[in-house]
């Protein structure tokens, strides 16, 4: 099942600057680029908010159908990218890490991830 009424669809303002930095699309072919993902995307599931997942190949698009906003548009794998990134600062926030030492910690804990799915083990 595709979208209902993709047309109607508008940007948030937080789903345009994903679409710009994870994907390179600038604001003037935003819009466009966005119509044929929503005509030909497949619907997931619904989330406990009441939005909506749906994707198309790689790409996940979430939506509001009750505002008609794309609240985020992402690649697949880079919730799980996400979520490490933000653990590391919410540890480092928590341990009052600075700078030079968030970097180290940031590059640690990254191999660290990267092992994991390559399935290294130390």
Known sequence: MTVLNFDKYKLSDHAFER???RFNIPRSEAYTWLRRL???AEFVRIDGDGCELYKLKEVRIVINPLTHFVVTVYQADTLQDQYYRE???LMMNALGIKDREAEALKKKTWKFFLERQS???N
């Open 87 to 89: 653990m590391t600062e």
């Open 38 to 40: 929503l005509e030909n």
């Open 19 to 21: 679409i710009q930095a």
């Open 119 to 121: 399935g290294k083990e």
